[in-house]
T-cell receptor
Framework: DAMVIQNPRYQVTQFGKPVTLSCSQT?????MYWYQQKSSQAPKLLFH???????NEADTPDNFQSRRPNTSFCFLDIRSPGLGDAAMYLC????????????????FGPGTRLTVT | SQKIEQNSEALNIQEGKTATLTCNYT??????LQWYRQDPGRGPVFLLL?????KEKRKERLKVTFDTTLKQSLFHITASQPADSATYLC???????????FGQGTELSVKP
């Protein structure tokens, strides 16, 4: 089945120690998103890629970076994790960004739960 | 900035009843609105989409309405089952900005 895969499902890192979360998709979608979701809160968009075009949200801290080496894979790098970065990180894909061209639902992976000690 | 409000209190209903969840927003009406289901520790799953020029959309036991005058969407689950227990998120898409903005979700609990 076509899907969005995130590894690892659970990640523990130390304060200030760089960490990378990975996402892969078999849907061949153009757009890949990274969201941060804290307990009982709305998913918060960090950034997205439209093909190779990177789109950063204005309020995403510089501590968060992303790479998309090819259509299938996307990585979230947290350069110096703080305690406030502990959250669920969700990767999602969509066929396009929507708007006047169309309206496309997003397909989410299972998430990576990040703990910072 | 745009604000989305979903009932933060959990909704508890009896099996077989209709569950109704509310999504209110401020300022401009979105081009379209989506509803997602999220189970604990999992990613959201898309359920339904409704456009600004549509009043109602149905899919099996699910129904979504969209009232741009009230700036509100209602999400109904008829003949609810314990398996429907989850958190339901609404998400709004605006052409300006080009992204989905999620509400914090409402937790639904269906008791047998």
């Amino acid at each position: 089945d076509a899907m969005v895969i995130q590894n690892p499902r659970y990640q523990v890192t130390q304060f200030g120690k760089p960490v990378t979360l990975s996402c892969s998709q078999t849907l061949n979608h153009n757009v890949m998103y990274w969201y941060q979701q804290k307990s009982s809160q709305a998913p918060k968009l960090l950034f997205h890629y439209y093909d190779k075009d990177f789109n950063n949200e204005a309020d995403t801290p510089d501590n968060f970076q992303s790479r998309r080496p090819n259509t299938s894979f996307c990585f979230l790098d947290i350069r110096s994790p703080g305690l406030g970065d502990a959250a669920m990180y969700l990767c999602a894909t969509s066929r396009d960004r929507g708007g006047t061209v169309g309206s496309y639902e997003q397909y989410f992976g299972p998430g990576t739960r990040l703990t910072v000690t | 900035s745009q604000k989305i409000e979903q009932n933060s209190e959990a909704l508890n209903i009896q099996e077989g009843k209709t569950a109704t969840l509310t999504c209110n927003y401020t300022n401009y009406s979105p081009a379209y609105l989506q509803w997602y289901r999220q189970d604990p520790g999992r990613g959201p799953v898309f359920l339904l989409l409704i456009r600004e020029n549509e009043k109602e959309k149905r899919k099996e036991r699910l129904k979504v309405t969209f009232d741009t005058t009230l700036k509100q969407s209602l999400f109904h689950i008829t003949a609810s089952q314990p398996a429907d227990s989850a958190t339901y998120l609404c998400a709004l898409y605006y052409n300006q900005g080009g992204k989905l903005i999620f509400g914090q979700g409402t937790e639904l609990s269906v008791k047998p």
